[in-house]
């Protein structure tokens, strides 16, 4: 992508250590070498700008840093690597400040190594990006069971099948929703509690996540892959939950691999494995073993977890033959885990509706969150996808004491009415015609 059409330039300086604000008629704004922003200092990136390197450069963040383009001026980033050190302001849900990188466009380098995203600070948010031909696109490294990584509304796609579009390490929490991965090598999770939801991952090798608390997978789709999915298990602090619902796996998998493997550690009584595999869809499979696969070993077969895999889509009632499609310690009494596929439905399950992060989202699988719930601020904070079209503030009588329209922000803030004392409150959003209630808790001083 060239720029020798755009009449203004920036040349940016090596070191910055005072807050700037880029502007698209600063654009493009020019790195020539490796540049640092020190601790402190903040640079907001606005709509329309265009950063580009002369060569593989590193921009090194112990500052603050937020990138937030428009869905019709996307702010385009090129040629060198956004590094996020241990120092830098790391994402904030709650205030929606830090490290985020909001409507930008990234244009990689698929074999040669690069990262468009290395992040080693306790959180960054991206959002409606695209990262193309990112050998590393977000890349995390961290240890703090307090960071966050955030992707979604994001498309990940390749011409040469190399590459990670998004590589995360150490304890956390990842969320990965409604994004798209085309053509890669493997998108690899790793975190303490993981939420990886309503994504569609097609002709990438595979899925590996790798978690310590919880899971929740729901509505994805996963289709043309040659390992499959693969499911880590680490119950090592604390009772570890996996619920996994309205996903389908087709043509996932071949002669060496399964549709989906799943592999843990020995059984320990105080640190539980709670499983639940439900209304899923198990379709078209290239190879001849099984498209379920345990491994691991366990000391003590007898104390071996159960994983619920129960009410699923096998393309068939057969369970003789869903039995020999799953590979448990049923068969090889020293892998540590067992599946119980009771009662496989007839058709195909349909409940979440377009799997794809490509149309409009029903309201129902809108996220909402609330903070600070309880509160004892004077603002109410919202996140919600896409924003919402009104709302109205609702006491325990059933009395209306806020109403107004509503933002198209997905996040935005609301004030507390002046009458409004303590006790319990329903905020109500409206969408399209329907609505969706949370509950509130208002302890003021």
């Not at 306790?122 to 890349?139: S, T």
């Not at 990438?204 to 499911?231: D, H, I, K, P, W």
């Not at 895999?309 to 033959?321: A, E, K, P, R, V």
């Amino acid at each position: 992508m060239g720029f020798s059409s755009l009449q203004a330039q920036t040349s940016v300086p090596n070191y910055i250590d005072t807050d700037q604000t880029w502007t698209a008629s600063g654009s493009p704004y020019t790195l020539s070498a490796n540049t640092y922003l020190a601790d402190g200092a903040f640079i907001r990136i606005e709509p329309g700008v265009t950063v580009v390197a002369s060569k593989a450069l590193q921009f090194i963040i112990d500052g603050r840093i937020e990138a937030v383009g428009k869905p019709d001026s996307m702010i385009h980033m090129e040629g060198f690597q956004v590094r996020l050190q241990a120092k830098a302001a790391g994402y904030n849900l709650a205030s929606d400040t830090g490290a985020q990188f909001k409507f930008c466009h990234f244009h990689g380098q698929a074999n040669s190594g690069t990262y468009s995203i290395y992040n080693e600070c306790a959180g960054v948010d991206v959002e409606h990006c695209r990262m193309e031909d990112a050998y590393y696109g977000v890349y995390n490294r961290f240890s703090s069971n307090k960071g966050i990584v955030q992707v979604l509304h994001s498309r990940f796609p390749s011409s040469s099948k190399y590459g990670y579009p998004i590589y995360t390490s150490g304890q956390g929490t990842l969320n990965v929703e409604y994004d798209t991965f085309e053509n890669q090598y493997s998108v690899y999770g790793y975190g303490t509690d993981i939420q990886f939801n309503r994504n569609w991952v097609k002709g990438t090798g595979s899925v590996t996540v790798s978690v310590y608390g919880s899971l929740e997978m729901e509505c994805n789709r996963f289709e043309n892959m040659a390992s499959g999915f693969q499911l880590n298990c680490w119950g090592y602090y604390d009772t570890l939950r996996v619920q996994a619902t309205g996903n389908t796996f087709d043509s996932c998998g071949g002669s060496f691999y399964p549709m989906m493997s799943i592999s843990g550690s020995t059984p320990d009584s105080s640190k539980p494995i709670i499983a639940h595999l439900n209304r899923n869809n198990f379709l078209r499979y290239p190879g001849t073993g099984q498209k379920i696969k345990f491994t691991g070993t366990n000391k003590n077969p007898a104390a071996g977890w159960d994983f619920d895999f129960s009410n699923n889509y096998w393309t068939s009632l057969d369970t003789q033959q869903i039995a020999d499609w799953i590979h448990d310690y049923s068969d090889d009494i020293m892998v540590w885990a067992k599946a119980h596929a009771d009662s496989p439905v007839a058709s195909l399950i349909d409940d979440c509706g377009d799997h794809t992060a490509q149309l409009a989202l029903k309201l129902e699988d809108i996220q909402v969150r609330i903070y600070p719930n309880p509160s004892s601020s004077e603002t109410i904070g919202i996140f919600m996808y896409g924003g919402f079209d009104s709302y109205a503030l609702i006491n325990s009588l059933g009395q209306v004491v806020a109403a107004g329209s509503g933002s198209v922000q997905s996040r935005s803030e609301l004030q507390w009415p002046i009458t409004a004392g303590n006790g319990i409150y329903h905020l109500v959003l409206t969408k399209e015609g329907r609505s969706i209630s949370q509950t509130l808790i208002r302890q003021a001083p």
